[in-house]
């Protein structure tokens, strides 16, 4: 089982293919194998890494008391290191995207492009998303403890879809992933969700990032995650936005042809620009 040593943890990895190299971050309880569908139809052409974040998946938990997006983006941080990548781009989904922007924006020369897909800046914008980013999340701690996650997340897909069709996306898609890899820890999952409920507190400067960035979501997606993609757009100098058909908050499993497309466009755009690397 291929692992490398970061910030005092064992993380698990696997590198496919050859070619500029591309680094994938999951979304939050599930895994490195949510990108199988990107990393068949991209390795061909390009050195395809996916990882399992801490506390997912293979990767090691830890008995630190919280996890925090500074945290995560340092363990990333050490898996460049340990696999010698140098310029690669990053595409990081939901919590992969909040890790990838504050690694992005905390060492803007080290990528090469930056991907963020069906994700959210620190700031909350507006009441309704504090609702959801903060109260509804945090509220699924004591059920996910009593419950499990799978059945708590299962209520709260159903939930989210009465109230904003479609957003929950291809639920079965993510039941399949979970059935398939290790089951999560339920003080992980707990540090894990409040991970996302504290971003707010994460200092990101996304001034700071100044490379090409693709911008994703799905169709239907929450209104403030769409909100965001907006505000990414007009916050980095070289962005483009690009909203995935017929798919919800898992666009890329949603949606895995079209998804897959987009990165290839941009990928082929963005690794064959010598002018693209930042500084």
Not at 33 to 39: I, P
Not at 49 to 57: A, C, F, K, L
Not at 100 to 116: C, D, K, N
Not at 267 to 276: G, I, K, P
Request: glycine fraction near 8%; charged fraction near 25%; include cysteine.
């Amino acid at each position: 089982m291929p692992t490398v040593r970061t910030n005092n943890i064992e993380t698990y990895y696997e590198r496919r293919g050859a070619g500029p190299p591309v680094v994938f971050v999951h979304a939050a309880l599930l895994d490195h194998s949510m990108w199988d569908e990107q990393v068949a139809a991209l390795s061909d052409d390009y050195t395809t890494v996916t990882y399992d974040v801490r506390g997912h998946g293979k990767t090691d938990g830890s008995d630190d008391a919280v996890y925090t997006m500074d945290r995560y983006a340092a363990d990333l941080h050490d898996l460049f290191e340990a696999l010698d990548l140098e310029q690669p781009v990053v595409c990081g989904l939901s919590l992969g995207g909040m890790i990838a922007q504050t690694y992005a924006a905390a060492h803007p020369g080290r990528i090469r492009g930056l991907v963020l897909a069906d994700t959210f800046s620190p700031p909350i914008r507006t009441r309704g998303e504090w609702f959801l980013r903060r109260v509804v999340l945090n509220a699924l701690i004591p059920p996910v403890r009593l419950l499990g996650i799978e059945r708590v997340e299962k209520a709260n897909v159903w939930l989210t879809d009465r109230f904003f069709g479609g957003a929950g996306g291809d639920y079965e898609s993510v039941e399949r992933l979970r059935e398939s890899g290790p089951k999560m820890d339920t003080k992980e999952v707990t540090k894990v969700i409040r991970s996302i409920t504290r971003f707010h507190e994460t200092t990101v400067e996304l001034g700071a990032i100044t490379v090409p960035t693709l911008v994703l979501y799905g169709e239907n997606e929450l209104p403030y995650v769409k909100q965001h993609a907006a505000a990414f757009g007009a916050t980095f100098p070289v962005a483009e936005l690009d909203e995935i058909p017929d798919a919800g908050h898992a666009s890329n499993l949603d949606n895995p042809a079209y998804f897959s497309a987009a990165l290839r466009t941009f990928f082929t755009r963005t690794l064959n620009d010598a002018d693209s690397i930042g500084a």
